[in-house]
């Protein structure tokens, strides 16, 4: 899977039993371990990633009682913050990261045989 290839190459990361994640948070995790940030995550950083885990995952199961959403969304974003998950974050935190390369347009091999036509 994905997760073990990318946990594998940034330091300190966690191993964590994914079989008793949903695939959402499972795909979140991967967009953690992707993020810049993560490179320079310490053990106290991945435990708080460990607990966000758990957090996200109860927030994306939970589908019945609206008050515990709300503190779960409110937790989840103070760890999320901390985490320096949004850009507002990094860049209060002086931490730069290279915007993502656009995707080049591949070429048209053959004409559009529609256009023109309105």
Same mark, same amino acid.
């Given at each position: 899977?994905?997760?073990?290839?990318?946990?594998?190459?940034?330091?300190?990361?966690?191993?964590?039993?994914?079989?008793?994640?949903?695939?959402?948070?499972?795909?979140?995790?991967?967009?953690?371990?992707?993020?810049?940030?993560?490179?320079?995550?310490?053990?106290?950083?991945?435990?708080?990633?460990?607990?966000?885990?758990?957090?996200?995952?109860?927030?994306?199961?939970?589908? !019945?009682?609206? #008050?515990?959403?709300?503190?779960? +969304?409110? *937790?989840?974003?103070?760890? %999320?913050?901390?985490?320096?998950? &949004?850009?507002?974050?990094?860049?209060?935190? !002086?931490?730069? #990261?290279?915007?993502?390369?656009? +995707?080049? *347009?591949?070429?048209?091999? %053959?004409?559009?045989?529609?256009? &023109?036509?309105?």
């Amino acid at each position: 899977m994905e997760i073990e290839a990318l946990t594998a190459g940034v330091a300190d990361a966690p191993e964590i039993d994914l079989s008793r994640l949903s695939v959402r948070t499972q795909e979140y995790y991967a967009a953690i371990l992707r993020s810049p940030q993560a490179a320079v995550y310490q053990p106290t950083d991945w435990m708080r990633v460990r607990d966000l885990l758990t957090l996200k995952d109860l927030f994306y199961r939970n589908e !019945g009682d609206p #008050v515990l959403i709300l503190k779960l +969304a409110a *937790e989840i974003r103070q760890l %999320e913050d901390r985490l320096l998950f &949004g850009q507002k974050e990094r860049a209060s935190a !002086g931490v730069r #990261v290279k915007p993502p390369m656009k +995707a080049e *347009e591949p070429e048209e091999s %053959e004409p559009d045989p529609f256009a &023109g036509m309105d």
